[in-house]
């Protein structure tokens, strides 16, 4: 089914602000969705910080972020049962029902509004759906495209006019019945996209997709998922399974409840090749068993091991290659296959250049890095090239050097391909015992030149506990820079971060540079998994070497302090209270790019 989207006129409204935010003006942007019924982006814009007497051509940071509520809160009270939750009726007083909502934060260095929230542009009817991630990188004439986890509904954003925002349209569950959970995106030159959905058909049972194949899943955030690609307006265009005929490994792909034919599809990290005509996609966990905190989770086999390759040839009509599973490592250990190396493949990322064809997948529980050669082949062959645990000291020298459990998330090649950057949680305290203190979070590059130079001929193989810990050798990728986020809480570091492929030029527009000078990064994934963070948002120098550092000048507007808190009683759209920063994109509105 497809949807049919009609645009709206924009609406501007008075508006009394709070004491935070004076001179708020407030512009609501609706369409029509498949069902009949309006859906809307409602701009909060500041006064104060749109001045701009300098000015300045401006940069913009913008997050997707999430309202905090009682489901969120009440997850550590519940850890402590048996017993009584302490504080409960504040905390759901604290915690009503609020809006999800794109921040827009001035991202312009040397401005004087920089890392000051400009907008909140709150989405609606729809509320508290747990907002996740957008596409990986931003190109001029863009549609940003931002799925709401929870409610299965992707929004499809026109930031053209920034700091102002307009919907352009919305995807809700019932035009893709053959998926749910919709996580990644990635955009093509043609402005469509691709998502992954990482969840099960919305309905179990048999599912017919556009390729005509039928699969049986076992419902709404089950298995197996999907790839679909939207048009620019998030209408819906096909829908391609991530199933196998035949199914996968019955021992390492759990289902609950359990499938005929077992499956690790549950497709969550997604980038592409148009010149290699390849898609790549990383199986992460069937969702809704992720989020069961504090009831311990009945398999680790609910998390993957795998990668899919897709050819795109047909853009319409991906046809899944060939499915991998990363092998395991020096760390594994058959009594505690959950943080085993291949666990929990969350993000792949692809070589950008003529010439490379490599990709690299990342293992959230697993803690370690896989590389391979050539997505092309009919069957790709991927190696672990680096563990976390090779980082860890350098982020942090309290830290141990087991990369097992490091709740990596964020990993990205630089669009020159000199190097990885990489975001990392760290381990949670306990993780691996009652003594276990954890580890400290934080970003750290790698230098991949001569693994990427070596093609199909590279020697790398992380296959010793000391090559785990101290790196590999050879053509292995090698430590450029590291930096903590949120030192002294182990566990609490970024999740998710972004690159700027921006920087100015000799005219005085933005442009395109192939070597950022910065990152942004975000300290959260889910709440009700049980990692949360601290829901700041911070900026992270990057320098020409792969060296990193936080960035001291990207200060909370209202605490003063390094990075933007999300924990806050009042935004610009009122006193919601604390919010979560999932995902972020550098952006420049059209006027202002090349």
């Not at 701009?52 to 999430?66: I, T």
């Not at 795109?312 to 250990?333: E, F, M, Q, T």
Request: charged residues 20%; hydrophobic residues 35%; glycine residues 12%.
């Amino acid at each position: 089914m497809l949807a049919v989207l009609v645009a709206l006129g924009a609406v501007t409204l008075p508006v009394a602000s709070s004491d935070a935010y004076a001179g708020v003006q407030v512009s609501t942007h609706r369409v029509q969705g498949a069902d009949g019924k309006e859906y809307s982006v409602t701009n909060h814009l500041v006064g104060r910080a749109l001045s701009n007497a300098s000015g300045q051509r401006k940069e913009w940071l913008l997050v997707w972020a999430g309202d905090e509520n009682i489901a969120d809160t009440a997850v550590k009270d519940v850890k402590d049962l048996p017993g009584s939750l302490g504080g409960g009726l504040d905390k759901a007083r604290d915690a009503l029902p609020g809006p999800d909502f794109l921040a827009v934060i001035d991202a312009t260095k040397g401005s004087s509004t920089y890392g000051q929230v400009v907008n909140t542009a709150t989405v609606g009817p729809l509320v508290e759906n747990e907002p996740h991630h957008m596409q990986y990188v931003w190109h001029k004439g863009d549609t940003i495209f931002a799925g709401a986890l929870f409610g299965a509904a992707t929004y499809a954003f026109d930031v053209s006019a920034l700091p102002n925002l307009k919907l352009k349209g919305i995807s809700l569950p019932s035009q893709t019945l053959g998926g749910s959970v919709p996580d990644a995106y990635w955009t093509l030159k043609d402005g469509t996209a691709y998502a992954t959905y990482m969840g099960g058909p919305v309905a179990p049972g048999p599912f017919r997709y556009d390729d005509g194949s039928v699969h049986v899943g076992n419902g709404f955030a089950g298995s197996p998922g999907e790839v679909v690609r939207f048009d620019q307006n998030a209408r819906v265009l096909s829908q391609s399974p991530a199933a196998t005929p035949g199914g996968d490994n019955e021992k390492l792909c759990a289902n609950l409840p359990r499938l005929g034919t077992p499956t690790c599809a549950n497709p969550h990290g997604i980038q592409a090749r148009e010149d290699l005509d390849t898609l790549v996609t990383s199986d992460y966990a069937e969702p809704r068993n992720i989020i069961l905190d504090p009831v311990k989770q009945p398999s680790p086999y609910l998390r993957r091991p795998t990668v899919r390759t897709w050819d795109i040839s047909d853009r319409n009509h991906p046809k899944l290659r060939a499915v991998s599973y990363l092998p395991d490592g020096p760390r594994a250990d058959p009594e505690d296959p959950l943080h085993a190396e291949s666990r929990a493949v969350m993000e792949t990322t692809v070589t950008n250049l003529p010439g490379h064809k490599g990709a690299f997948a990342q293992t959230m529980q697993g803690g370690a890095v896989f590389y391979t050669p050539d997505i092309t082949a009919a069957e790709p062959h991927w190696v672990e090239v680096f563990d976390d645990g090779a980082a860890n000291k350098a982020i942090d020298p309290a830290n141990d050097s087991n990369g097992g459990s490091s709740n990596g998330g964020w990993i990205q090649t630089s669009p020159d391909d000199r190097f990885l950057y990489r975001a990392i949680v760290g381990r949670q305290p306990g993780t691996l015992g009652p003594d276990d203190p954890g580890t400290t979070g934080g970003v750290y590059t790698l230098d991949i030149s001569k693994l990427v130079a070596a093609g199909t001929g590279f020697k790398c193989s992380i296959d010793t506990l000391e090559k785990a810990q101290r790196g590999g050798g050879e053509d292995c990728p090698t430590l450029a820079g590291a930096t903590p986020v949120n030192p002294g809480q182990p566990g609490a570091g970024p999740h998710w971060g972004a690159y700027d492929n921006f920087r100015i030029g000799p005219d005085g527009l933005y442009q395109e540079t192939a070597k950022p000078s910065r990152l942004a990064v975000s300290n959260y994934f889910v709440a009700r998994s049980g990692l949360d963070g601290d829901h700041k948002v911070n900026m992270v120098n990057l320098g020409e070497d792969g060296s990193v550092s936080v960035d001291d000048a990207f200060r909370d507007e209202v605490t003063g302090e390094v990075g933007v808190d999300f924990n806050r009683r009042s935004w610009p759209h009122g006193d919601f209270g604390n919010a979560k920063p999932h995902s972020e994109l550098f952006v420049v509105a059209d006027q202002d790019v090349k």
